[in-house]
């Protein structure tokens, strides 16, 4: 079982920028699909953006055009690179994986397991 590390959340002001990394415990290179989601103050988990290992990216409306992710297959590490960010983008930041792009905006991730996330708090 891959085990997932978050880090580089933070506190920022509106309009700042975050960069998100998730270090996994072991190879993701077989991993069809590696992304990130994030839980707000009261919400449910949601996706927020996807990568397969051929580097095609999804992303959720609300994120479009601001956040960016990457993956370093060698490095085992998932990147997200937040920018423009506003309130509403507060949240715990988790990434996770999935065997296809739709299990992963499903959220049926290929086990149980979630890391700590990292927080993210956009506020003035």
């Known amino acids: 079982q891959v085990q997932y590390v978050e880090s580089g959340g933070g506190l920022v002001q509106p309009g700042g920028s975050l960069r998100l990394s998730c270090a996994a415990s072991?190879?993701?290179?077989?991993?069809?699909?590696m992304g990130w989601y994030r839980q707000g103050p009261g919400k449910q988990r949601e996706p927020v953006a996807s990568?397969?290992?051929?580097?095609?990216?999804n992303y959720v409306d609300s994120v479009k055009g601001r956040f960016t992710i990457s993956r370093d297959n060698a490095k085992n590490t998932v990147y997200l690179q937040m920018n423009s960010l506003k309130p509403e983008d507060t949240a715990v930041y988790y990434c996770?994986?999935?065997?296809?792009?739709?299990?992963?905006?499903?959220?049926?991730?290929?086990?149980?397991?979630w890391g700590q996330g990292t927080q993210v708090t956009v506020s003035s």
């Open positions: 990568i397969t290992n051929g580097g095609n990216t």
């Open positions: 996770n994986a999935a065997d296809s792009v739709r299990d992963f905006f499903l959220r049926r991730t290929r086990d149980g397991y």
């Open positions: 072991g190879s993701i290179s077989r991993i069809y699909a």
